[in-house]
């Protein structure tokens, strides 16, 4: 596969330039060891008053097949997303908690979970990891499969592992994963003065 190194319009560190979010997944297992120190990356994230909102379910695949917790989140993901993602190692169930024990809700719950997430991609990165993250999935399946409490909320799953055949991919998938990657020009996203005045470089 060639290089899929985003073409930034200023130079960043490998470690984002060279992330991206492939379909195609080789089935060798990933260490424990590896999956807890992503997790300990995305312990260390950002969190306001250092309330450390996010959870996460692990659900890995072994010597003897996946898991219960891989098979319990694989289940609960949308049908287009199971066709490609029975091949990662590792899936992941990110979830935060988004009211307080009082009833107040927790606004900003989401963005640290981000936050958090974010973190354990850049240590995947760094490891030769790759981290696939998605919107598709039944999140009250998750809840009532895993015994989530009602102040949380699963937000998204993660797929992990090392990069596989695209080959191995349906067609529609497979053709996604040599698509160019593209990102708007930083001027349509970054503001100035006025919100639409382009920040100028």
């Known amino acids: 596969?060639?290089?899929?190194?985003?073409?930034?319009?200023?130079?960043?560190?490998?470690?984002?330039?060279?992330?991206?979010?492939?379909?195609a997944f080789d089935a060798a297992l990933v260490t424990s060891d590896v999956v807890a120190a992503l997790l300990e990356a995305a312990r260390w994230a950002p969190s306001a008053n250092n309330y450390q909102p996010w959870r996460f379910l692990v659900g890995q695949?072994?010597?003897?097949?996946?898991?219960?917790?891989?098979?319990g989140i694989f289940d609960a993901?949308?049908?287009?997303?199971?066709?490609?993602?029975?091949?990662?190692?590792?899936?992941?169930?990110?979830?935060?908690?988004?009211e307080h024990e009082d009833g107040s809700v927790r606004e900003i719950a989401p963005y640290e979970l981000g936050l958090a997430v974010s973190q354990l991609t850049v240590e995947a990165t760094a490891r030769g990891l790759f981290v696939h993250q998605m919107g598709g999935f039944d999140a009250d399946q998750v809840s009532a499969t895993f015994g989530v409490p009602p102040q949380y909320r699963t937000v998204v799953v993660l797929a992990i592992g090392r990069l596989g055949d695209p080959e191995s991919l349906p067609a529609w998938a497979a053709e996604r994963e040599s698509a160019p990657r593209e990102r708007k020009p930083l001027g349509e996203i970054a503001f100035t003065d006025t919100f639409g005045t382009p920040y100028a470089v």
């Open 1 to 23: 596969m060639t290089s899929r190194t985003a073409s930034t319009s200023v130079r960043l560190t490998p470690l984002l330039a060279e992330r991206w979010s492939p379909r």
């Open 61 to 71: 695949t072994t010597t003897d097949g996946a898991d219960a917790t891989h098979k």
């Open 77 to 98: 993901l949308a049908e287009f997303n199971q066709v490609w993602a029975s091949a990662a190692p590792v899936l992941v169930a990110a979830i935060t908690e988004v």
